[in-house]
């Protein structure tokens, strides 16, 4: 069998030659040409046009540059200081876990020259401005107790960290006061809620990657980019720059690694916006939708982006017309149906019985939405459990509620638990969708002799159409900060937050913490 090719004297023979062959290459290089020429085309065009008109890209950057104090409503300026308080309080809390411990350790082995920024429950201790926010934002998740927004994204830790450990950073003559503090901060919530109404995935429970690990890290970098008062140009940058550092797998959702989600997305937004302050720069359209050349279509393959209007006497945020939900215990924002659901059966089988039996119950049945990665029918860790219908219900069931010391090891391995969760079956109704501003939660209990008793949630205590009283949060906080500060200093940060916008110098309030 002779072969094609003779090799000889280490050179190459060619075969002969093929006249259909060639044809063939011909006209596919006739094609790659065209199709190169082609591209060329359509990118001369978009330079052409983003230096003739706005684009989306550069319409969020003059948003960012140009939004005022006065744009910010009286409910937006309220809904946002809750929104920090409660940020703050699951910081303080989550700065007693494991996970922010060893997270804390890795960052004081680093070597850090401009140790100026505070850390969430350790007086006294000081971080580069950087490894601050990551430090916070991994605080923050630590115990997934913090804020949760609609389109599905958990929008304060990934900001708030960078802004406290910005506001620290600055020189004495250009600290930003309280007004520029929560302006910044509602800058950051409004960027990510705009890209992600761009999309109509980004509406449901996520599958692929977590929310806050892309458009937080935008967030982040909007956010830093208006309170180190960039112009127009660094902002666009900034942005671009915070999307080369964005994204996290939903794999790593009920693990360790979670948290650190939002403390990359608030560290590495704010290093995007110092970046683009000493003059990196990055693409110009990263927010445009550019066929054959994605920017921050990458992440959803359903992007259809806006321009963002700059304000002229009035500007109605997203966080006017939708408020976030609080979390009344750390765990999933799914769980608060399933265990109020939960919590309702288990009050109808005492009103049945007499008395909580868990030997009356032959089968417990969630109807819940489709969502594998908080689908875990015996969970083994607390962060399997945070995420798990089945371990939320059945607590719920045998304690009458859900808390802190829910997830600890004795609570999620006692055999009673164990006995409860053999008995659960799953059920996915068509009308329960895997979104938070529709799902639902129903728990049936089948009696041992036959009878059913229901129990369902259709809008739990703390989601945003049944929003925590002021009174409900500041108990969650004072209980919360309470676990690492003392009561005067607990005080202190409420009544910082309640003047936010009237504090001369806004690294008043990281200094407290």
């Known amino acids: 069998m ?5 090799i000889e004297n280490n050179t190459v023979e060619p075969a002969a030659k093929n006249s259909s062959y060639e044809t063939y290459v011909s006209h596919r290089s006739q094609k790659v040409l065209a199709a ?66 060893i997270a804390l350790r890795y960052c004081q082995q680093l070597y850090a020259s401009n140790a100026v920024s505070s850390v969430y429950g350790r007086k006294g201790l000081k971080l580069s401005p950087t490894l601050a926010a990551f430090t916070n934002g991994i605080a923050a998740h630590s115990m997934d107790f913090d804020d949760t927004w609609h389109p599905a994204t958990h929008p304060s830790g990934a900001v708030l960290p960078a802004l406290l450990a910005a506001s620290q950073m600055l020189p004495p003559s250009s600290k930003p006061n309280g007004l520029d503090f929560l302006l910044a901060f509602n800058v950051g919530i409004e960027v990510q809620g705009r890209l992600m109404r761009f999309s109509t995935e980004a509406h449901n429970i996520p599958k692929r990657f977590h929310p806050p690990s892309v458009v937080g890290t935008m967030g982040s970098a909007a956010a830093t980019a208006k309170l180190l008062s960039l112009n127009v140009t660094q902002c666009a940058h900034a942005l671009a720059i915070a999307a080369s550092l964005a994204g996290a797998p939903m794999a790593n959702a009920a693990t360790q690694a979670k948290p650190l989600h939002i403390g990359n997305a608030t560290r590495l937004g704010m290093e995007a916006a110092l970046l683009a302050a000493w003059g990196m720069e990055a693409s110009p359209l990263i927010l445009d939708d550019i ?39 750390p765990a999933h924002l799914g769980m608060h149906w399933i265990v109020d659901a939960a919590v309702s059966v288990r009050n109808l089988l005492i009103n049945y019985s007499g008395s909580f039996s868990p030997s009356l119950i032959h089968a417990i049945v969630l109807r819940i939405p489709v969502s594998k990665y908080i689908n875990r029918p015996f969970p083994e860790s607390e962060h399997q459990a945070r995420h798990s219908f089945q371990f939320n219900a059945c607590t719920a ?117």
């Open 2 to 6: 002779k072969a094609n090719n003779k």
């Open 36 to 101: 190169s020429q082609q591209v060329h085309k359509i990118s001369a065009q978009v330079l052409e046009r983003s230096a003739a008109e706005e684009t989306v890209t550069s319409s969020f950057a003059s948003f960012i540059h140009g939004v005022q104090p006065e744009h910010l409503s009286e409910a937006v300026r309220n809904r946002s200081k809750r929104m920090i308080l409660d940020s703050i309080g699951v910081g303080l809390v989550g700065s007693t876990t494991r996970v922010f411990n």
């Open 291 to 329: 066929p054959g050349c994605s920017g921050f279509s990458a992440f959803y393959g359903d992007y259809r982006p806006k321009p963002l209007p700059l304000p002229a006497n009035s500007h109605e945020f997203l966080l006017e017309k939708q408020d976030v939900a609080f979390k009344r215990f």
């Open 397 to 513: 069931l045998l304690d009458g509620e859900v808390g802190l010391n829910s997830f600890t090891d004795g609570c999620i391995h006692r055999w009673e638990l164990t006995e409860l969760l053999a008995k659960v079956l799953v059920e996915h109704p068509e009308d329960n969708i895997a979104n938070f501003d529709k799902m639902y939660g129903e728990v049936a209990l089948v009696l041992e002799n036959g009878d059913v008793l229901t129990g369902r949630c259709d809008t739990f205590y703390g989601h945003w159409r049944k929003p925590l009283s002021r009174e409900s949060l500041l108990n969650k906080f004072r209980s919360n900060a309470s676990h690492v500060l003392p009561e005067n200093k607990v005080n202190s940060i409420i009544a910082t937050v309640d003047n936010l916008e009237n504090l001369p110098d806004s690294s008043q309030l990281a200094s407290s913490l």
